[in-house]
């Protein structure tokens, strides 16, 4: 059973990626084509894969109706809690959630690191310029089409690196590094940040912890449903690729070697 499924769900993910023809299908699970017939079936039976008169198979309606109710109830917040405390188990450091609200940065969450020495910011907003989240937010914004070169300098620059730094820009005296989490359609729905007291940390070292916040946003990202830019971390994160071969599918990839 367990094979059945994982069977059923390797080309679900098939099919995510464009139609399929019963060869293609039944090549990609390396399975005989009357049980590559039989799984598309069961898929068209349940609304998740439909069947065009060129002969093809699609996914069903019922895959867009089930997106759309998981992404109406997904909570960044909760998705990201785990990945939070994590990273900040890890290094250390504050690690901060925020999004853009009312034209306003909005921490959301927070979770203390070892050099805290303020209230927790849940709750609280900040202004969008002066900030490395503010920065990270606004370079994702939607810009009608605009080239990354005409975008202003500072969110071009951030929007090409994949991530921004502060220190104590905003009348605090903090260091901070932010990168986006990406939503569905690669949207930034929040920041992610590590922030730590300037005066014992210094810009540099906290710098050096980019790789891990990118790693950690991008495994929210992948969390939440998005299409993050593959920088996988597996060691510091676990986080995996959505790509990721199934067993079947490796099976399939190896007999095309053989």
């Not at 017939?37 to 089930?66: C, K, N, Q, T």
């Not at 995996?240 to 079947?248: F, G, L």
């Amino acid at each position: 059973m367990s094979q059945s499924v994982d069977r059923a769900l390797t080309l679900l993910a098939a099919l995510g990626d464009g139609p399929l023809t019963l060869d293609q299908a039944a090549t990609r699970l390396a399975v005989h084509k009357s049980t590559a017939l039989r799984i598309l079936r069961d898929l068209e039976g349940h609304g998740f894969a439909r069947r065009e008169p060129d002969l093809r198979y699609r996914l069903g309606g019922r895959v867009l109706s089930l997106a759309h109710r998981a992404l109406e109830e997904l909570d960044v917040r909760e998705v990201a809690a785990p990945h939070l405390a994590a990273l900040s188990s890890r290094s250390g450091f504050t690690v901060q959630l925020a999004v853009l609200h009312d034209g306003e940065v909005l921490y959301v969450d927070e979770v203390a690191g070892h050099w805290a020495e303020r209230p927790s910011r849940i709750g609280r907003r900040a202004p969008v310029t002066g900030t490395a989240v503010g920065r990270v937010l606004l370079a994702g914004l939607p810009q009608d089409g605009a080239r990354e070169e005409e975008l202003p300098p500072e969110l071009a620059a951030v929007r090409r690196r994949g991530w921004a730094a502060e220190s104590a820009e905003h009348r605090e005296p903090v260091t901070c590094v932010a990168a986006p989490v990406a939503g569905s359609g690669g949207r930034t729905v929040a920041a992610c940040a590590l922030s730590a007291p300037a005066s014992r940390v210094p810009p540099a070292e906290l710098a050096r912890m980019v790789p891990e916040l990118l790693c950690t946003a991008e495994a929210i990202s992948l969390a939440y449903g998005g299409s993050p830019t593959p920088r996988w971390c597996e060691n510091r994160c676990g986080a995996r690729p959505a790509a990721r071969a199934s067993r079947t599918a490796g099976r399939a990839s190896a007999a095309r070697r053989r």
